[in-house]
């Protein structure tokens, strides 16, 4: 068990790279998954296959869940640290989906657990800045570290919009709305068409402002206030949505920070060589 632990775990063994591979794949699988379960005709159509797509993600997580804790020489320190509690959490919550526990059966709370998985993109990370340190071109290892980070802020960010407003006016959300609505309704009272309510300001979202309606469709808005092109064709009503919003824009402006440092590091190399000279000699 060991052994095949450090196969797993260890990068200087030579199959380690290969298990990153497949490891990465799955990542990239399992959040493209998560956001086309939000597509209701997508979902309707390939249910049975992104089901069989998250579990199989999930035993491949949980294979590297395992084999980095046998590997570790101090357990609990890697279960309590940072990346160990990201392994965890790539993990927990479709096995807690599973157990269909009692506490898991209110439409919120499942909601949160689906939406939980989206923190595997956060293996990403940790795997790049792993892969790094043992890179000899520290431009195309900072290049790959920045498209992971642009990624991870994608996803984590349209998951965030679609879950604090998108799902307010859901498919399902809209179904269970009305359903309150209608048997709250006097006999004999004139129908009422159902408003989804932002939970925090009370007030009713818009017909015509509800633009996020699936995780892909916030990844474009998600795109656009990254790089401050700022269209104005989608944008958030909610107090929820804002905040998100707000934390977003300041995540683009920072990973645009580290893009222009990494364009003028890369323009030093090319221009002057991969070791730069020093001009206080002169």
């Not at 591979?21 to 992104?50: G, H, Q, Y």
């Not at 709370?109 to 293996?123: D, G, H, P």
């Not at 707000?246 to 440092?261: D, E, K, S």
Request: with cysteine; glycine share 6%.
């Amino acid at each position: 068990m060991k052994s095949l632990a450090r196969v797993l775990a260890d990068p200087q063994h030579k199959l380690f790279g290969l298990w990153q591979t497949v490891v990465t794949v799955f990542i990239f699988a399992s959040c493209i998954t998560l956001a086309l379960e939000t597509v209701p005709e997508i979902a309707k159509n390939f249910e049975r296959e992104m089901a069989v797509l998250e579990w199989v993600s999930v035993a491949i997580f949980t294979i590297d869940y395992a084999a980095n804790l046998i590997h570790a020489e101090k357990k609990l320190a890697y279960v309590v640290s940072f990346w160990g509690i990201v392994d965890l959490v790539s993990i927990l919550p479709s096995y807690l989906m599973l157990l269909n526990l009692t506490a898991l059966r209110g439409t919120k709370v499942l909601r949160i657990v689906r939406v939980a998985r989206v923190l595997r993109v956060l293996k990403l990370v940790r795997m790049a800045v792993d892969e790094t340190s043992n890179k000899p071109n520290p431009i195309l290892a900072n290049l790959k570290i920045y498209l992971i980070l642009f990624f991870s802020v994608l996803m984590i960010s349209s998951t965030a919009m679609y879950f604090v407003e998108g799902s307010l006016y859901s498919a399902d959300a809209m179904a269970r709305g009305q359903l309150t609505l209608d048997a709250a309704t006097p006999a004999g009272a004139a129908p009422q068409k159902y408003s989804p309510i932002d939970p925090i300001s009370g007030n009713p979202v818009p017909e015509d402002k509800r633009f996020f309606t699936s995780i892909p469709a916030a990844m474009w808005w998600c795109v656009v206030t990254m790089t401050s092109t700022g269209y104005g064709d989608m944008f958030p009503v909610t107090v929820g949505g804002r905040i998100v919003g707000g934390v977003t824009m300041i995540l683009g402006l920072v990973l645009f920070a580290i893009l222009f440092n990494l364009i003028g590091k890369t323009l030093m190399v090319v221009l002057f060589g991969e070791k730069l000279t020093s001009t206080d000699d002169d």
